[in-house]
Every structure is written in C-alpha cells, then in structure tokens.
C-alpha cells in the first residue's frame, strides 16, 4: 500500500473505533521510520519545526504524557504541559473555557486526557484549528496505546492477521481493553477476553472475532501474545471480587498458566503494573516480556501519530 493512499492530516485522533486499517497501516509504517530516529545518536529532527503542542492531563500519567513530550521534542516541536493541579482547574475553570484559552494561544495540536468518557469527542467540537489527541478518556478509549500495543506485536510477529491475543484483567474500566479491542479486530486479530464476571462489559458477547471465557487458562492457551490490564482500584466499586489475594490466585497471570500459551508468546502491559496481583513478578521481568519495549514504541508510535496530523507525513526529515 501506497503511503500516500491514505492521509491523516488534520484528523482528530479520539478513538481507534474511527480509524480504517489502512489507516492503522499508516500510523504503523510511519512508527518503524520513527524508531530508527529514536535509535539514532542524534534523535533531532526538523519535521515539527514551527509547530506547537499542548498536553492537557486532568489524570495523573506517567508513560504517555512523556512519551508524548519527548515525540513532540524529537521533532522539533515546542511541547508545553499544562496539569490539572498546578493550573487554573484548581481555581474552578471549566474545561471548555481551558482549551478556548489554548486554542487562543495559538497551539497546532492538543493531547488531552480527562476522566470523563467522551471529553476528547467534546473537545473537538469546542476548539476549531488545533487537532485533538485523546490520551486516555475514563474507560472509553486510550488510542495512541492501542496503537503501540499492535506496533509491538508487528515488529516481533511481522504480522498482525490471524493472530490470537488474550487480554486478561479489568475489561470494564480498562480504555486500552476497548481501543486493543478495536484496533486487533480491524487487523484480523482473534480476540480472546477473561476475567471476573463482574469485570467483564455484558456488549462484548456478541462481537464477531472476540471470545469471552470464564477461565483465564482457556483465554491464554494457544496465544500468541497476553496483554494484561492492570486492576484499576481507583476507578472500582467494591464488592467487584472478594479480595486481591483471591483475583492474584484466580485471574493473575505466573509462569503455570504461562505455559499454556505458545513458546514464542509476548506479554503486554500498559503500566503500571501492580506486580504480585494481576502479574507475577516473574512473569513481568522474564523472557516473553515486551513491557519496558512498549514504553519505547510508544514515543515511536505518538512521534508517528504528531507527524501524520500535523504534516500529512510527506516529509520526516525536513521541516515544512
């Protein structure tokens, strides 16, 4: 497929539900061209020279609101971060009057997280010349790790149909799960879910090409790669399962149940990890762990993502 066949350029990227494969395709390709300049001794490049960028986390972050700094660094960009506690959110203002006052300023690109489900969606209504970037809306959608999640099983696999993924854990209140989901199954990715009842959204069961197991051990037997969600204990009600040491026992993921997968498989995370809960230690730091090489294709795939709808991606190494 032709590069060109397909252009990201201007698109507001809020979930991978309203992405085509070629589009996946796109951001995948232009990813591989951007981890060698991550690899490279001087990971400077031109292609964002002149533009601007702007996170806006309501959330607490880690990995994606560096990864998404550094991407937007290593290409020239000026990056800006605005967070929730050290801005006017404290003193009251309301999230349409914060990006007004960003798009104000003149930003070219905003990369947003908030714990409402559809704020992204909202966010672009509101602002009309920078692009959205969702960067984790509540449990709807997390697309730039759906993304870099399918990254990393193709740069191991060197393909991506008819694979067989487990994703094991916290589907109800996981934003990966549903953009894994969304992403795998446009990309001809069998999709194989287990975890408590509870924690398992009841529209998932009638979904071609996903499979819904009450057993953990039947979800991973066979699979080519394991992505586990981490137990999100901020975002739950109690009464969810009895007890960590009870899900730890039942649902996580160690070297016995392990085993049941195929010998080449992957483990994935999103981070952070509760180690000892939903993931063994062992497991977390053996062999099949691709989890500290996400965090890497992460700033690969979000340099990617920058790049496309900004520039249309015609031209990485020079500036416009």
Do not use: C
């Not at 986390?57 to 800006?80: C, H, M, N, P, Q």
């Not at 990966?176 to 408590?196: N, Q, T, Y």
């Not at 499979?211 to 037997?221: C, L, M, P």
């Not at 070297?255 to 180690?275: C, Q, S």
């Amino acid at each position: 497929m032709e590069k060109n066949a397909v252009s990201l350029r201007g698109k507001d990227i809020l979930g991978l539900e309203d992405f085509s494969a070629n589009e996946i395709r796109l951001v995948l390709e232009t990813a591989t061209e951007m981890k060698n300049i991550i690899h490279r001794d001087i990971k400077k490049v031109p292609t964002l020279r002149g533009k601007s960028i702007v996170t806006v986390f309501y959330e607490a972050s880690t990995r994606t609101r560096t990864s998404f700094e550094t991407a937007g660094k290593y290409l020239g960009a000026d990056v800006v971060n605005i967070t929730a506690g050290t801005s006017s959110i404290t003193k009251g203002e309301s999230l349409r009057d914060t990006l007004l006052t960003v798009e104000a300023m003149g930003f070219d690109a905003i990369v947003m997280r908030h714990k409402a489900e559809g704020a992204a969606a909202y966010a672009a209504k509101v602002v009309q010349h920078p692009v959205i970037i969702n960067a984790g809306d509540g449990a709807h959608a997390h697309p730039s790790q759906g993304l870099l999640n399918l990254f990393t099983l193709q740069q191991h696999k060197g393909h991506l149909e008819g694979l067989k993924v487990a994703i094991i854990g916290d589907i109800l209140h996981s934003r990966v799960a549903r953009s894994d989901i969304w992403g795998m199954r446009k990309m001809g990715i069998e999709v194989h879910l287990a975890g408590p009842q509870t924690l398992l959204p009841r529209f998932l069961y009638q979904e071609p090409g996903i499979f819904v197991h009450d057993r953990v051990e039947d979800a991973i037997k066979d699979a080519d790669a394991i992505n586990v969600l981490r137990i999100q204990l901020e975002r739950q009600k109690a009464g969810l399962f009895p007890s960590t040491r009870e899900y730890a026992r039942i649902f996580g993921l160690n070297d016995e149940r392990l085993a049941l997968a195929k010998k080449d498989v992957l483990i994935l995370h999103p981070g952070p990890m509760n180690k000892g809960l939903e993931i063994s230690p062992y497991v977390a730091y053996g062999d099949h762990s691709v989890i500290q090489e996400q965090v890497q294709n992460g700033v690969a795939v979000r340099m990617a993502l920058l790049t496309l709808v900004l520039t249309g991606g015609k031209s990485i190494e020079a500036a416009n």
